[in-house]
């Protein structure tokens, strides 16, 4: 009898966890909309490869956070870009024109950029069959607007979409604003069937994130194993066509380890990959079935100075700090030349950069002298600095820069901080807070008003101006610029040229480096091209084999 | 005490520790330096957003209404839902847990068959080679870093000898031809149950590595408590009269020894495999493993509180049970220990 108990007690332990395993066990994945789920008992016959079947494989640094295409506005881009279309694309930098069409053939807006006319290509289908029209337009931005998540806020200036006919959506404006930009933003701006979407009710995003698509793009959403591997294929109605040697489908696999992607790409079980240890480039690029692609990203480093607390609220002492930086030696030897010094806040090759604004340069001597003018002769004085743990370019500056200020008698303390954290700190009493915030910034929709005026705008409420930085005569000089570039884009740069010009003179910040964007491929990819206004996105409807 | 008020006694304390570590984990969430709100709404959140979020959450109730809506929600079975991806944990639990648990459970198969055996024989052959060897092997397994190993293996099978794949839980050709059906996630009961034996003998093997790596541990602690423990084991008198009576030697050390000497081992065991659901979390890096240590991983990097507390809960839920488990276990085995 006792053993009978025992056995039972012990089962009955068992049963808990088993239970809680059941509780977790994960469902059968929903089948697709038009066909019923396989029934369980009936054994899949496996199905050989396909002959000719073209796969490209992209070995994905990160997971899709989210693939709602309302809301994804992260790595998950890597994905969205595939599966949906924006009106207007960004053209990749040196291109004739900045724009070029995307669902949208051709836009205009009127004179003072508070109204926007798009005319939207015809026979473009989604991927539930239904067609994309100028109501469909309105629905998938609508939708974007009132979820107000990820970069929703893109769409801010915007007060009423009109879909004036099946082909022709307008959009009136609360102010002037660059709305093909906006529309050729990288998130948020994505367009997709309406009907496939409401097909999904209140669960649409977890629809999304288990692995469905509602675009109209060149490649669907097949299969998604969740932190391991996405599947695309081709969608065969697409209505740019198909030509031999395209992929017939595409799998990304997520793969953290910087070691496990590079012996992927050299045993080509990848053909794409990015972020490989900076110090084994060349030796990959030397290498026959292996090329590196490297450009400008639209990514920069910054250390914002808290302009607010002394020393730093004294510009010269700013410009002092600005001259202690030894930017090209940190370029060759630590990023291995994979960056460039920065010309001010807006990245190398985006619209409103310009190689003729002023970049401060290592030296000491003028440091010194600069020091000496603001009333620190012999520096005597600590500088906080805090920048993202985990990110070990931003504490190699940190620390180089500590041993040069040294020399100058400033002792910076190097903090590295959870993002959180740090930005918590940062929000906090300026006064309390650090005195030089690191960190990248890219922007949501290609536009230098995305830099200016989210770093450097005055703020009632600190969000991420976090050097506290306010110069009236700067914020209406780029508010003005920002008004303008829907309507004058030449302005508009002119004046957002002028604008960083201030910055550069009050050292609002250390601009050390504009990122390089690295890819690597196998050789036997054609038609890649980089295009920094969708970071880390690779376009596989260019590509071929 | 009679064994089921034990039971009870244990499964109220159970309750107790649950509780106590709900209340904990969630001041710690309401107390570190991050804002749900601003997290929620994605990496460019507006002062507006973050307001709205903010009321949608909750966030602007009392400390102690947050703590009952949540305490409500998980006794509903919700576990909330994650302020970076926006889907619900208890789903997402749903895809990672039990692909660390096949892989905790096949490394754990190969710390029990290959470290008891090494083990019981080292104990038996003190001081022979056999014991040099499965000492040293003891040793380096509990010394050698893992994510080191990892990497020493994936260059040895897949790079030099391309015997074994790289990681991933199946190859990407069985994705795209032989689709792993899911019912209860792990891929080894899954494609049994389906007969999709393409697809098992393609988790079997990508399972090897990374199970190994993560079993390494496990095998030396295996080896050096089994060893330990024969040697005391041997030495006791029944022993000597069974060897005296002519038993063979297979059954003294199989049958009678290892009866006794393995309870300390299964505690080990028991343990180190609660250890490594969130322990794996090296390994799978390394190996692409799609687990719980990866998710947990990267909602701390992301201050992803909701998804931290969820996993700390369903963790010490195994903790509580596998420990009592192994309490009971340890009663039924050894008549010499008693329970209260």
């Not at chain 1, 369980?40 to 709602?68: G, L, R, S």
């Not at chain 2, 990672?96 to 198969?109: D, I, K």
Request: aromatic residues 12%; contains cysteine; charged residues 20%.
């Amino acid at each position: 009898m006792r053993g009978k108990f025992q056995i039972f007690a012990l089962l009955s332990l068992l049963v808990v966890p088993v239970l809680l395993l059941a509780q977790c066990a994960p469902a059968a994945p929903p089948a697709p909309t038009e066909a019923p789920p396989t029934p369980v008992e009936v054994p899949p016959t496996p199905v050989p490869p396909p002959p000719k079947e073209n796969v490209a494989v992209y070995a994905h640094v990160t997971t899709f956070p989210d693939i709602d295409p309302s809301v994804s506005f992260s790595n998950d881009s890597a994905v969205t870009s595939n599966a949906y279309e924006t009106l207007v694309w960004y053209n990749p930098p040196g291109s004739a024109e900045v724009l070029r069409p995307g669902l949208a053939e051709r836009w205009e807006s009127n004179a003072d950029a508070t109204e926007w006319t798009f005319t939207l290509r015809q026979g473009v289908k989604f991927h539930d069959g239904t067609e994309l029209n100028a109501e469909a337009v309105k629905q998938a931005i609508g939708r974007t607007m009132s979820l107000g998540l990820g970069a929703a806020y893109i769409w801010d200036p915007v007060e009423e979409i009109i879909a004036v006919d099946d082909y022709t959506v307008q959009f009136k404006l609360k102010y002037p604003a660059p709305l093909d930009l906006i529309a050729a933003s990288g998130y948020g701006a994505w367009i997709f069937s309406p009907a496939c979407v409401e097909a999904q009710g209140e669960k649409a995003s977890e629809w999304f994130n288990e692995g469905h698509d509602c675009g109209s793009g060149p490649y669907m959403v097949e299969s998604y194993e969740r932190g391991q591997r996405l599947i695309m294929k081709k969608f065969a109605d697409y209505w740019g066509g198909w030509q031999p040697g395209q992929f017939d489908r595409v799998v990304f696999e997520v793969v953290e380890d910087p070691v496990v992607r590079q012996q992927m790409i050299e045993a080509g079980e990848a053909d794409v990959t990015y972020e490989l240890p900076r110090e084994n480039l060349d030796s990959l690029d030397a290498r026959p079935d292996v090329t590196v692609y490297t450009n400008p990203s639209f990514q920069n480093l910054v250390g914002l100075f808290n302009v607010r607390k002394p020393p730093l609220d004294n510009p010269k002492v700013r410009q002092a700090l600005s001259y202690a930086f030894p930017y090209q030696q940190f370029i060759e030897s630590v990023m291995e030349g994979y960056a460039v010094q920065a010309h001010g806040p807006v990245p190398t090759g985006m619209w409103g950069y310009s190689k003729d604004l002023f970049q401060y340069s290592y030296d000491l001597d003028k440091a010194k002298a600069l020091l000496a003018e603001a009333g620190y002769p012999d520096g005597g004085f600590e500088l906080l600095f805090t920048y993202a743990t985990g990110d070990m370019d931003e504490q190699q500056v940190g620390e180089l820069w500590k041993a040069e200020l040294a020399r100058l008698n400033i002792n910076l303390t190097v903090q590295g901080m959870a993002w959180e954290a740090q930005w918590d700190l940062a929000k906090s009493d300026p006064m309390k807070a650090q005195d030089v915030f690191v960190m990248y910034w890219w922007p949501d929709y290609v536009s230098p008003y995305s830099f200016l005026f989210n770093m450097f705008h005055c703020e009632e409420e600190i969000l991420f101006n976090l050097g506290y930085y306010c110069n009236p005569t700067f914020d209406e000089m780029i508010d003005r610029a920002n008004e303008l570039s829907g309507s004058d884009r030449a302005e508009a740069e002119r004046l957002f040229i002028e604008a960083q010009k201030i910055l550069i003179e009050d050292a609002a910040s250390m601009f050390f480096y504009d990122v390089a964007n690295t890819h690597i491929l196998r050789s036997d990819i054609k038609g890649y091209v980089d295009n920094p206004a969708y970071p880390h996105v690779v376009f596989f409807y260019q590509l071929s084999r | 005490m009679r064994r089921w008020e034990y039971v009870i006694r244990r499964l109220a304390l159970a309750v107790l520790v649950l509780v106590s570590v709900s209340v904990i984990t969630f001041l710690i969430a309401r107390v570190v330096p991050s804002d749900p709100a601003a997290a929620w709404v994605g990496p460019r959140p507006t002062p507006e957003q973050i307001a709205q979020a903010r009321r949608e959450l909750g966030l602007d109730k009392p400390l102690y209404v947050q703590y009952l809506r949540y305490v409500r929600a998980l006794l509903r079975g919700d576990l909330g839902v994650s302020v970076k991806t926006h889907q619900p944990i208890l789903r997402d639990l749903k895809t990672y847990l039990p692909a660390t648990m096949e892989l905790v459970l096949f490394g754990m198969l190969m710390a029990i068959t290959i470290g008891i055996p090494l083990g019981v024989l080292s104990g038996a052959k003190r001081n022979g080679l056999l014991d040099h060897s499965s000492r040293l092997v003891a040793i380096a397994g509990v010394s050698m870093p893992t994510f080191w190993l990892g990497l020493l293996l994936q260059l040895l099978f897949f790079g030099k000898l391309g015997w074994l794949p790289l990681g991933g839980r199946v190859d990407r050709s069985i994705s795209l031809y032989n689709p792993v059906q899911q019912i209860t996630g792990f891929y080894l009961v899954d494609t049994v149950l389906t007969g999709n034996w393409v697809a098992l003998k393609d988790s079997l093997v990508h399972l090897i590595l990374p199970a190994f790596t993560l079993a390494t541990y496990a095998i030396g602690l295996t080896i050096r408590m089994t060893r330990s423990t024969m040697i005391e084991v041997l030495e006791e008198k029944y022993i000597v009269a069974a060897r005296a009576a002519g038993l063979p030697e297979r059954t003294i050390l199989f049958r009678l020894a290892l009866k006794n000497a393995i309870i300390p081992t299964l505690t080990v065991l028991g343990l180190s495999f609660v250890y490594s659901l969130t322990g794996a979390i090296l390994v799978e890096v390394i190996f692409s493993w799609p687990g719980l240590g990866t998710y947990v991983t990267n909602a701390i990097l992301n201050v992803d509180f909701p998804v931290i507390m969820a996993v700390t809960l369903v963790v010490t839920v195994f903790y509580v049970f596998i420990n009592l488990f192994l309490d009971l276990l340890q009663a039924a085995l050894d008549p010499r220990v008693t329970l209260g």
